[in-house]
């Protein structure tokens, strides 16, 4: 039974413009989120997280909204750059280990 | 940045070999993890260690087994591999104060003909 779902597996924006990824998750135990990123035959590479304490945590072009009551939450890039492109991985945090969603695939064309 | 390393990158190996995966990382991190992922799926956590002699199976079954003889060393063991084994494998370590943050490794992509 998956906990965390990213309900599109693929977006496509333009180079400037905003792209917002969503997550949904289960779990109202899960206390902590992070959003990772990935590229083909890497590994993720952790971009920014965000504790239940609060609902946004913003660096840099990266910001992360979360919405507690709806288990939501959403990574937003702005601007969005060629770059950005990779799968983007939601997680959250179950006391001993991450549950991960299946990832969105990201495409950011110039 | 974490340094964790991961070796070999690309394994090919025939049915019935024996293979281990190297996962090393120089930042001290008590815990350390193994997922496996398989394209467009999820990661799947099959073993975990708390640190030194600790380890615990994940979420996800698996064959394969795991030793923590030395903090900075997380090797994973297939006795004898199977086309059914053919996947990702990435290993992860986080710090015992910051537990929720995992760093992962390039990965492993492992192919067994």
């Known amino acids: 039974d998956q906990q965390v779902k990213q309900n599109s597996p693929s977006l496509s924006v333009q180079e400037g413009r905003i792209s917002i990824l969503n997550c949904d998750y289960t779990?109202?135990?899960?206390?902590?989120f992070l959003w990772y990123k990935k590229y083909p035959a890497e590994g993720p590479t952790f971009l920014i997280s965000?504790?239940?304490?609060?609902d946004k945590n913003e660096d840099g072009r990266f910001t992360v909204f979360l919405n507690k009551s709806a288990k939501h939450l959403s990574l937003h890039i702005v601007p969005s750059q060629p770059g950005d492109s990779a799968v983007y991985f939601c997680?959250?945090?179950?006391?001993?280990?991450?549950?991960f969603g299946k990832g969105t695939s990201l495409l950011v064309t110039p | 940045e974490a340094d964790i390393y991961q070796t070999p990158r690309y394994l090919v190996i025939g049915t019935g070999k024996k293979i281990t995966l190297e996962c090393s990382q120089t930042?001290?991190?008590?815990?350390m993890y193994w997922y496996q992922q398989d394209p467009g799926m999820e990661l799947h956590l099959i073993h975990y260690?708390?640190?030194?002699?600790?380890?615990e199976k994940g979420d996800l079954s698996s064959e394969s087994t795991v030793s923590r003889i030395r903090t900075e060393h997380f090797p994973l063991t297939l006795e004898s591999a199977r086309p059914s084994h053919t996947s990702q494998y990435l290993c992860?370590?986080?710090?015992?104060?910051?537990?929720?943050?995992?760093?992962f490794g390039p990965g492993t992509r492992l192919l067994v003909l």
């Open positions: 260690s708390y640190g030194v002699n600790s380890t």
């Open positions: 997680a959250a945090n179950s006391g001993y280990a991450l549950n």
């Open positions: 930042m001290g991190h008590d815990k």
């Open positions: 965000i504790s239940s304490i609060k």
């Open positions: 779990n109202s135990m899960f206390d902590y």
């Open positions: 992860a370590s986080s710090d015992r104060d910051r537990q929720e943050t995992q760093y």
